[in-house]
Nanobody, 112 residues
Framework: QIHLEESGGGSVQPGGSLRLSCATS????????MAWYRQAPGNQRELVAV???????NYADSVKGRFTISRDNAKNTMYLQMNSLKPEDTAVYYC??????WGQGTQVTVSS
């Protein structure tokens, strides 16, 4: 079974940027789609962005124009570039293969 591990989270001021990475334990070239989700305290886990193997992407309305999802099949890694961060982006961010596999999550905190 594939193993996913997120990294790159941290604390940043509003307007700042972070880049999350999701490293996988094996080739992702055959994974049709991967995604980033996030969960803030007291909230349900929500979809942030999806990317297919062909490179098609889809974003939650709340992050469109600010976040960019990408994947590097050669490095078996997926990324989430987050710009113009807002306090409401504060959450634990998870990557998933949109099957049964999830990473352990990485905390993103946006605060002045």
């Amino acid at each position: 079974q594939i193993h996913l591990e997120e990294s790159g989270g941290g604390s940043v001021q509003p307007g700042g940027s972070l880049r999350l990475s999701c490293a996988t334990s094996r080739s992702i070239s055959r994974i049709n789609a991967m995604a980033w989700y996030r969960q803030a305290p007291g909230n349900q886990r929500e979809l942030v962005a999806v990317i297919t193997n062909s490179g098609r992407t889809n974003y939650a309305d709340s992050v469109k124009g600010r976040f960019t999802i990408s994947r590097d099949n050669a490095k078996n890694t997926m990324y989430l570039q987050m710009n113009s961060l807002k306090p409401e982006d504060t959450a634990v961010y998870y990557c998933t293969d949109l099957g049964a596999v999830w990473g352990q999550g990485t905390q993103v905190t946006v605060s002045s």
